[in-house]
């Protein structure tokens, strides 16, 4: 009897639990939205590699989710093959770096140098900006992804056409200014939290100043331009500019100082490939066989005097002389192989002859015109990278732990290596003040500190957690393309949710400034208030005693 009721009570029991069960069948939660068809045109006036790499490597997300992605660039980048979706349309010929970065070698490059980029902008900002509106015409394109460095051709074809146009740029510092940063191109530190007052006032008080001096009569020129052509007139973009409700930044907290950002700036940063070229044969057989191996490569654009190539040189073979290195791997863009003395006199006397080891004759140096940057740096015997702190440069480094050696020669970089130096993964150098053994010093620091090695650690970490952004940077693309198409266009309320309200507030509003000068005048004239009545009460006091005396 208890045996049956105990069988009638557990079958109700399982009864009861197959119930449970069969409410909770899961059903996949959907994150789809709705695709249809788009354009988006990518454009930078500066162009090259540094510019269009991180740009195309978040577009080609977007081309793999059926947008179509045209780029308009000077000179003929070459996304045929390595970005086979994306379409190019040129803006003619490439920029001449080499005529451009003559100038640099022989002095500092600070923020009067940087204007020769908008002076060229302004030469064919008539010719590229009707390039920009036919374009975009003919290719109904949906939204603008603009480099914002001297590009306000971008910016402006889409705020003509009233498109929603998207800012992309690797300087966080540049984007979103903040009172307690700088940047050597303004001559101060990266960080301006233990500066003296002096230096502080130097570089807030002057800075409006300095910016204002070197941009003001190109941005006349181009207002003049604009009004030709009837474009709105407004201000020079440089890293940012009230026509771009919207940016992405190359960037990551780790590598550049941290700081607070404004809602419509978003760090996506440090865009990555999903493939680079592998190691040629030569060049694995080299990278298998030395085990302590300094990658050199200073980008495709910068060189340096023949005094500075022959102390590197020098540096190299002597710190391999000296076992603290066994190999060299180094990037030499062919023209610069002239750029050498013939012999080269090593600290012990010895003479060494360069052109066997330009001619790739050396058994521990192998000069590559073909570099493949990210593979050599991945390769486990790369033990450190002398570089001139690009961004590009230093975020690979970044990624795969390698440590620094920074040559800076202009534009980001000097800011980029004093970042890098102050996150503990590297040393700078002074193209000025280039010395072998300190070269050598550095070498063999950046190889045995233990400090140094777990900073690469650390932050090759937090490169590779970052890297996965470009994806949220495609999608935040993806938002502002569909959210333009459902108001149709874009109007003053466009993109309310991401704009914070400081940018349509004046300065006074936006720091309360007026509110602080009422509570300050408040105080004041109750302090005067007080003031006043107790010499007015001491006055009477002093009367009246005086008086007393006199009746006494
Ligand atoms: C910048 O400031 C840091 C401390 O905040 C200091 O260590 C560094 O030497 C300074 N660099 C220059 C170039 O003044
Ligand atoms: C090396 O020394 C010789 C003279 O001993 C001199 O002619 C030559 O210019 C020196 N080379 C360099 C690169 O300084
Ligand atoms: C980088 O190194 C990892 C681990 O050694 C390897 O799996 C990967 O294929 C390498 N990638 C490149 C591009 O060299």
Redesign the pocket.
């Known amino acids: 009897m208890i045996k049956k009721n105990f069988i009638v009570l557990l079958s109700i029991l399982i009864l009861f639990l197959n119930q449970i069960y069969a409410t909770y069948d899961y059903v996949p939660r959907s994150a789809d939205i709705d695709r249809s068809p788009k354009n988006i045109l990518v454009g930078s006036f500066i162009g090259g590699r540094s510019h269009l790499k991180p740009m195309l490597d978040i577009t080609t997300i977007l081309s793999e989710r059926g947008y179509n992605v045209i780029l308009l660039t000077k000179g003929n980048y070459t996304p045929s093959s390595e970005y086979p979706t994306v379409k190019q349309i040129s803006l003619g010929p490439a920029l001449n770096y080499k005529e451009l970065m003559k100038s640099h070698i022989h002095k500092d490059v600070d923020f009067n140098g940087m204007m020769k980029f908008v002076k060229l902008s302004l030469e064919s900002y008539r010719e590229n900006y009707e390039k920009y509106i036919n374009i975009a015409k003919d290719n109904n394109i949906d939204l603008f992804f603009c480099d914002t460095l001297v590009n306000d051709v971008c910016l402006d074809a889409a705020h003509t056409l009233k498109k929603p146009v998207i800012g992309f740029s690797s300087s966080i510092y540049f984007t979103a200014p903040v009172s307690y940063k700088s940047d050597p191109l303004y001559g101060c530190n990266i960080s301006l939290e233990n500066e003296p007052f002096l230096k502080r006032f130097k570089c807030i008080a002057m800075h409006p100043f300095q910016v204002y001096f070197a941009a003001h009569s190109f941005i006349d020129q181009l207002n003049d331009i604009r009004k030709k052509i009837n474009v709105e007139p407004g201000l020079i973009a440089l890293g940012n500019s009230p026509r771009i409700p919207f940016y992405l930044v190359d960037g990551f907290f780790g590598f550049v100082l941290p700081q607070s950002l404004p809602s419509n700036v978003q760090e996506i940063g440090p865009v990555l490939s999903d493939d680079y070229p592998p190691l040629t044969p030569e060049l694995s057989n080299f990278m298998n066989t030395h085990k302590r191996v300094l990658y050199v490569a200073f980008g495709t654009h910068f060189f340096t005097t023949t005094?500075n190539n022959?102390k590197l040189l020098?540096s190299f073979i002597e710190a391999i002389n000296k076992n603290i290195i066994d190999g060299v791997v180094w990037a030499l863009v062919e023209t610069s192989k002239d750029s050498y003395?013939?012999?080269?006199?090593l600290t012990d006397g010895t003479?060494v002859q360069t052109s066997p080891i330009l001619n790739n004759e050396h058994p521990h140096i192998h000069i590559a015109a073909f570099a493949p940057q990210f593979s050599i740096l991945n390769h486990t015997n790369t033990k450190l990278f002398f570089s001139h702190g690009g961004a590009g440069s230093s975020h690979e480094s970044l990624y795969t732990g390698t440590p620094m050696l920074i040559l800076p020669f202009g534009s980001d970089q000097m800011g980029n290596a004093d970042k890098l130096k102050s996150a503990g993964v590297a040393l700078t150098l002074y193209k000025f003040t280039l010395d072998v053994n300190d070269i050598i010093n550095k070498i063999d620091f950046l190889l045995r500190d233990e400090n140094v090695k777990k900073n690469s650690k650390r932050i090759e970490i937090l490169s590779k957690i970052n890297s996965k952004r470009k994806y949220r940077a495609a999608d935040l693309i993806e938002y502002i393309l569909h959210s333009s198409s459902i108001y149709e266009g874009i109007d003053k309320e466009f993109l309310k949710e991401w704009i914070p309200a400081e940018s349509r507030m004046g300065f006074i509003k936006k720091y309360n400034y007026d509110v602080y000068g009422a509570l300050l005048s408040i105080i004041l004239g109750f302090i005067g208030g007080i003031l006043w009545v107790t010499f007015k009460l001491i006055g009477f006091i002093i009367a009246s005693s005086n008086q007393k005396q006199k009746y006494e």
């Open positions: 005094e022959n020098q003395s013939s012999t080269l006199n003479q």
